[in-house]
């Protein structure tokens, strides 16, 4: 097996996946641990991933053990990725809730799956030159290449229809552009009656005391419908939470604009400063579109920085309770450092 970057950077491998050829965006993930979670992530749908550490499906893939309607350890219902390339692969694994191999769990959901490649170096190369698309090719069969930017990702990952999580007094609106399962559990840990609707939903005949807008996929501006409602839900005063693409729909809501990250934000270890204050926390990202901090209304402000590049990493208003934050804070495996986050939205809410 090969990848082939736009490029013309060709790397070879060891195929241990499922066998076809497949096209994409070429990421990368700096986690130690939580490949299960990663791969079933609905924002990387459209993506090749690279998981940076160096071994990779030595602890294998959990059980299906399922818990408020939720698949425990796992992020959606199925692998979301495109392919999967990794240094060195573990066919023997060994852990108390496994059930199966990372590779036979590639075959079954047939995503490629390739190892044996310098993992460090491709990440170097695309953090040199760019966000790059890619091609895995099996037995050299060639295929055209895929941009996820240009089609809707947020349609093809976000629920079709209205389900209904726990039993708590507060109600919140989640719309699914591609939500973690995390969120959920953060939700209805602290006592929330969720109500998980599609991205294009009118979520305002529903009963609710907030909304939260959930990560997922591709180009912001690719979800009209979801940014046209949020437009007419911050008219109200219910309190609005955004996380990652998140964040973006309620800025394009809100009259600023977003643009395409030349490399993207891909790691377990962005180190974010909330404005106006010497607090840092260290957040895991996956996100290739920011906030052009220049174009928020008059009625805005950042809420957090990126460290690194500068760039926005959350907004909120500076009289209503509407926030949002660019990274993770549900992420899993880690860090958890921004938790806090689903309190001070439920703080609003209960207000």
Request: aromatic fraction near 10%; include cysteine; charged fraction near 25%.
């Amino acid at each position: 097996m090969e990848l082939i970057l736009e490029d013309g950077t060709t790397i070879k491998g060891i195929s241990f996946g499922y066998e076809k050829s497949v096209a994409g965006e070429v990421v990368f993930n700096t986690a130690m641990t939580g490949y299960p979670e990663s791969l079933s992530d609905p924002s990387y749908k459209g993506q090749i991933l690279v998981l940076t550490y160096p071994l990779i499906g030595n602890y294998g893939v959990p059980k299906n053990t399922v818990k408020d309607k939720l698949l425990q350890s796992f992020e959606s219902d199925k692998v979301q990725i495109g392919g999967l390339i990794v240094s060195e692969y573990s066919e023997s694994y060994n852990h108390w809730n496994a059930e199966k191999s990372l590779g036979d769990w590639l075959k079954e959901h047939k995503i490629p799956g390739m190892f044996g490649v310098d993992t460090r170096m491709l990440t170097k190369i695309i953090r040199e030159k760019g966000a790059m698309l890619g091609k895995m090719l099996y037995n050299n069969k060639d295929i055209e290449s895929y941009d996820p930017d240009k089609d809707n990702l947020v349609d093809q990952v976000s629920t079709k229809e209205k389900i209904i999580y726990g039993n708590g007094k507060t109600r919140i609106v989640l719309i699914d552009c591609g939500v973690k399962n995390n969120i959920i559990r953060n939700l209805l840990k602290r006592d929330v009656k969720v109500i998980r609707v599609p991205w294009n939903y009118d979520f305002f005949k529903e009963e609710y005391d907030g909304i939260l807008v959930s990560n997922g996929p591709g180009n912001p501006k690719q979800c009209e419908a979801a940014i046209n409602n949020l437009a007419k839900a911050l008219h109200q005063t219910k309190p609005i939470m955004g996380i990652c693409l998140g964040n973006q729909l309620m800025a394009l809501a809100s009259g600023a604009d977003t643009y395409k990250l030349k490399y993207g934000h891909r790691s377990h270890n962005q180190p974010v400063i909330m404005s106006n204050s010497n607090r840092s926390f260290i957040t895991s990202q996956n996100h290739g579109y920011a906030i052009e901090r220049r174009s928020l209304q008059e009625n805005w402000e950042p809420l957090f920085i990126n460290l690194n590049d500068g760039t926005n990493e959350g907004i909120r208003h500076k009289t209503l309770p509407f926030f949002s934050a660019q990274f993770h804070p549900e992420a899993s495996s880690g860090p958890t450092d921004t938790e806090f986050l689903f309190d001070d939205f439920l703080n609003l809410v209960n207000k």
